[in-house]
Nanobody, 127 residues
C-alpha cells in the first residue's frame, strides 16, 4: 500500500503564499499521476492541480497562474506552490496518486480515479 503524507498547511493572509508538500512511501516515478485536491465541508472534492510522469501539468481554472505543481525527484516530494491566496482557497488539501497514467485529455482526474490518498492538510486564508 502506498502512503502519502501532506504537510505545509497553515494560516495565511489574503495575498500570501504557502507551499504544500506531499511525500510518498515509494518513488514518485512509480506513480504515473499525482493530483492535489481540496475540499471544504459540504462540498465535493475539487481537483486543483495534477501532473503526470510525462511532465504534463493541469490546473483548475480557479488557480491558473497562482498555483504550481512540481516534483523534486531527489527528495521524492511533490509540491503545490500557492501564491496570491484568496479566502476562497481555504480548504483541506489532499495529495492523491495512482499508478495509472492521467492527463490524456488534459483534464484533472476525478477523485475516484486515484487509488492512493494522504490525510490532508488544512489551509486557511483570511483577510
Amino acid at each position: 500500500q502506498v502512503q502519502l503524507v501532506e504537510s505545509g498547511g497553515g494560516s495565511v493572509q489574503t495575498g500570501g503564499s504557502l507551499r504544500l508538500s506531499c511525500a510518498a512511501s515509494i518513488n514518485f516515478d512509480s506513480l504515473e499521476c499525482v493530483v492535489w485536491f481540496r475540499q471544504v465541508p459540504g462540498k465535493e472534492r475539487e481537483g486543483v492541480a495534477a501532473r503526470n510522469t510525462g511532465g504534463i501539468m493541469m490546473y483548475a481554472e480557479s488557480v491558473k497562474g497562482r498555483f504550481t505543481i512540481s516534483q523534486d525527484s531527489a527528495k521524492n516530494i511533490v509540491y503545490l506552490q500557492m501564491n496570491s491566496l484568496k479566502s476562497e482557497d481555504t480548504a483541506t488539501y489532499y495529495c492523491a496518486a495512482d499508478r495509472a497514467w492521467c492527463g490524456l485529455d488534459r483534464r484533472i482526474p476525478r477523485p475516484l480515479d486515484l487509488d492512493y490518498w494522504g490525510q490532508g492538510t488544512q489551509v486557511t486564508v483570511s483577510s
